[in-house]
């Protein structure tokens, strides 16, 4: 089975700390995703990662940076936190061996206070 | 760019009736069309997706949806629900970047919370 994992279920912070948000997943795909969930938005993509330090902007990227040094892991970085960044945030993978796909982690709940 | 919506916010059935949950989607070409499902406090999990091919797709936990491309729509249904079933359900449309051969961004749909009464 596919395996997404997150660093943290619950996350509390306050605003201009910095924020990072770690994700791993264990199947070696190519891809992975970073998005925030918010009550009648759905899920809206931030920042996507192709290969190792490859990242490209998503719908919302302002506010946000992320890193990605090895294959299975991929950062979501909050330089600042801010109170409108209080979300619901989730980590996804793919790649060719799921059919593309997307395997989505947990979530970690942020709260910046 | 894509598009997703879907029309129902909320919806309450009672177990054992049908159900049909309604995805329409933009897209200038055939997309990739996904729904998943979301429990909650979990992430989330993919009831099925339609590439190409057969328009009718089956699914996990008996849910099957149909691609309809004259009227833009992915809409998931099940014959019969049971309580399990009630969670927030999401559907998607994957777009591929030209010259790569995986890594689709999805664009989702604002969500349908299912309500399932005994």
């Known amino acids: 089975d596919v395996k997404v994992t997150q660093s943290s279920r619950y996350l509390v912070k306050r605003t201009g700390e910095k924020v990072f948000l770690e994700c791993v997943q264990d199947?070696?795909?190519?891809?992975m995703f970073w998005y925030r969930q918010d009550p009648g938005l759905g899920l809206r993509l931030i920042y996507f990662s192709y290969d190792v330090k490859m990242k490209e902007k998503g719908d919302i990227p302002e506010g946000y940076s992320v890193s990605r040094e090895k294959k299975e892991r991929f950062s979501l970085i909050l330089e600042s936190a801010s109170t409108n960044q209080t979300s619901m945030y989730l980590c996804a993978s793919s790649g060719r061996q799921g059919g593309d796909t997307q395997y989505f982690g947990p979530g970690t709940r942020l709260t910046v206070l | 760019a894509q598009s997703v919506t879907q029309p129902d916010i909320h919806i309450t059935v009672s177990e054992g009736a049908s159900l049909e949950l309604r995805c329409n989607y933009s897209?200038?070409?055939?997309?990739?069309l996904f729904w998943y499902v979301q429990s909650p406090g979990q992430g989330l999990q993919l009831l099925l997706k339609y590439f190409s091919g057969d328009t009718l797709v089956q699914g996990i936990k008996g849910f099957e949806a149909e691609f309809k491309r004259s009227q833009s729509s992915f809409n998931l249904r099940k014959p019969s629900v049971h309580w399990s079933d009630a969670a927030e359900y999401f559907c998607a449309v994957g777009v591929l970047k030209k010259g790569r051969t995986s890594g689709s961004r999805l664009t989702f749909g604002e969500g349908t919370q299912l309500t399932v009464n005994p």
């Open positions: 199947m070696d795909h190519e891809n």
């Open positions: 897209y200038g070409a055939t997309p990739y």
